[in-house]
């Protein structure tokens, strides 16, 4: 089963093709499809952080809206897959699977609001010490993930000792809130898959 966010299904015969194959498929299918678009969100956060490095680096204001706007409708469009795979769940009686899956989404509202505000943080940051750009009004908002833990962070421009030690201090709570919310969405795929054995 294809989902509408990898087969750009708009149109309403497209939809409904995407509903009526959602209903004829089996539980294991619909959770392989679902491990799939959480791939694509991973695989969609890590564009929008090169985008934003980007940005930073570059100062390409108008490349980084384009990027904006193409990630919020790649979220938007797997967003509304996964709703789908929910709704499949519950005409199938798994409530069980249904209620993790819309947990799964409550995450990663969470994790899109918080890597949204980690942007913003880093452009303030980053004007604030004089960087010759203008920022984003209020980053990328949509629907979606954040940035690629385990690569380096941007490196803004040097202010005075304690704001750069309160600045440095709130980027590690920002940080440490998402590395929390993944650690979750991974529990939460873990839980679902077990219980559709």
């Not at 087969?7 to 497209?14: H, R, V």
């Not at 193409?70 to 509304?80: E, G, P, Q």
Request: hydrophobic share 30%.
């Amino acid at each position: 089963m294809a989902s509408s966010a990898s087969s750009g299904a708009s149109d309403p015969s497209q939809e409904d093709d995407h509903k009526h194959a959602i209903e004829e498929s089996t539980i294991p299918e619909l959770v392989s499809v679902l491990n799939h678009l959480q791939e694509q969100r991973v695989q969609i956060y890590r564009r929008w952080e090169e985008g934003f490095r980007g940005f930073l680096q570059g100062h390409d204001l108008m490349l980084f809206r384009h990027t904006c706007s193409n990630v919020t409708a790649l979220f938007v469009s797997i967003s509304k897959d996964i709703n789908d795979i929910e709704e499949g769940f519950k005409k199938k009686d798994r409530q069980d699977l249904a209620t993790l899956t819309r947990e799964i989404q409550g995450l990663e509202k969470q994790k899109l609001q918080i890597t949204t505000q980690r942007q913003v943080f880093l452009t303030s940051w980053f004007v604030d010490s004089s960087a010759p750009h203008q920022a984003p009004a209020g980053g990328c908002h949509g629907h979606g993930h954040g940035h690629a833990h385990g690569e380096p962070r941007p490196i803004p421009p040097k202010l005075d000792e304690e704001e750069e030690q309160k600045r440095e201090e709130e980027l590690t709570t920002l940080d440490g809130s998402l590395r929390r919310l993944e650690a979750e969405i991974s529990s939460r795929l873990e839980d679902l898959r077990l219980e559709a054995e």
